[in-house]
């Protein structure tokens, strides 16, 4: 089986690019371009010596102790916490916006739903004296508070969605048609592994160094660069991809994916998108979507801003369909046990993003024998006021 | 039979006045009554817009018009059910308008049979792309005598406004500028450039200029380089001004069409 695009943007049926004509000049020039840029030589020296010394990259593999032996097993987190701007996202706009220069735009749009992905491009704009809107849907505004006060210090104008169910896909939604509206100048530093090829594939690319660190980080302290299992949790799905990218042609390595349950998979309130799915298409790519039985998108909902997103990408799709990664739903609450639990064991304040993949610590069973790679995706800060609310701890 | 937009533009070639509603808006049953009236003020071509949840390619106008079509249960099987016998009543030429994952979801054969039965003639999905259209549909819908009519912007390159040509019959849809439908910022007839190259490229197919045509002046001025235009979320704004249906219809058909 072969989990890499092909030729036409496709990863077995899901992919592709279902755009409207306005869009196609911009997406073919990406599609030209992306992979020739990306081997350049003068581009890999600017992109790693930004990795390393602005990022902070190698992110370290911290061998989690006290949690190891909640779960009777050997659990490491990949600490993509520790990157600057707080989660896995700036490797992505580190990547794109140094494609976008290349490319000769002046100004970045992007979406966002956690504000994580907002925070980094707002980031690398600053960085690169380029102009940056964000489209953030209003819920996502006012859940994510801190994220907005960050993206409007670093000069970006952050534009509020105010349709649909006014977050991620709302978002992008906007961001898509501020493309259409201008495409000369304009590039869209798309968050996660979706949008039209060659976005999934490029976000792929730019995630997989967390893949390609923990080979080496792994083998360092344990002799064998693969672990038992890799979990990560999956809004669009770049985090896991990235974790996921140099383990996919290794079959003994098991991969779980991990989606929002919401307030359960049958209740109404879900952003399970594998298991309430259905193939479709939704920003541009054919993949799995959550949608009524007249093709109507369905609004999605978890407490989680960065995976509360009705599709996923379509790798994850095809891993899915495919059966090569194990799809795992959490709960909110299930979440949020996981937030205070790693937080009181490990002294670490994950993103509720991050929680889900390891509430999902309890339901894979590993043994005691075996090892486990978590990818810790983002740090909590932002979501500090809803921990505060949800534990009740206003006050103490 | 002929497909009626072909007898349309062996008729006629200029100054076609193409007007686009989202169906089930402002109200569920509106879709016919909306479509004869239209016929009644002169209008020469209808495209009805299926409404989807999430219509990248559409401004806030339409936007809007589809949010409230789906509230009042607009679905697909619904619009074929009103448009059943529509043939009995007008032969004006209609085109459905909407995004590609409704069409999926009903199945890309049995939409494509139902609305040739009832007597459609032409299909715009923008987010079907041309590759895909011309190796899994394009004998579908010609055997249906249905007509692909396809988008092109002003950055669309000539290589590629040639090739759409040569897969499309009916007309092809000029989009007048960078933007979504709707946006009256900016003239959307200020492309000149554009509008003369496309013009003298000398297509198989007839032009008809569209998005941001909101009065009898951009009307007009489109007129002048292509063989028609088509108003979509003026005509919906239109339709909900203080007044009946019918009244608003009239009105604003008779302010595009003669002069003030
Ligand atoms: C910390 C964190 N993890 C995960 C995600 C989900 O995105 P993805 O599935 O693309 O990794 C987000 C998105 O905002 C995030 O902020």
Redesign the pocket.
Known sequence: MNYKVDENGFYGKFGGAYIPEMLYPNVEELRQNYLKIMQEPDFQEELQALLKDYVGRPTPLYFAKRLSKKYNTNIYLKREDLNHTG???INNTVGQVLMAKRLGKKRIIAET??G??GVATATVCALMGLECIVYMGEVDIQRQAPNVARMKMLGAMVVPATSGSKTLKDATNEAIRDWINNPEDTYYII???VGPHPYPDMVARFQSVISEEIKAQLKEKTGNENPDYVVA????????AGAFYHYLDTPEVKLIAVEAAGLGIDSGESAATSVLGREGIIHGSRTLLMQTEDGQVTEPYSIS???DYPGVGPLHAHLHQSGRAIFESITDDEALQAVLELTRLEGIIP?L??AHALAALGKIGAKPNETIVVNL??RGDKDLTTYLDRFELHGK | MENRIKTLFNQKSQELLSVYFTAGYPNLEDTVPIILELEKNGVDLIEIGMPFSDPLADGPTIQQSSTIALRNGMTMPKLFEQLKHIRKYTQIPLVLMGYLNPVMQYGVERFCQEASEIGIDGIILPDLPLSDYVRDYKSLFEQHNLNKIFLISPQTTEQRIREIDSHTNGFIYMVSSASVTGSTNGNAMANTDYFQRVAGMQLQNPGIIGFGIHNRETFTQACNYASGAIIGSAFIKALVQEGSLQHNIQTFIQSIKQEA
């Open positions: 989660a896995h996202k739903g956690a994580q992905h968050g996660s592994v949790c999956v809004g669009g799905g770049s985090n896991a801003a960065g995976l993103a993003e991050s995706s983002g």
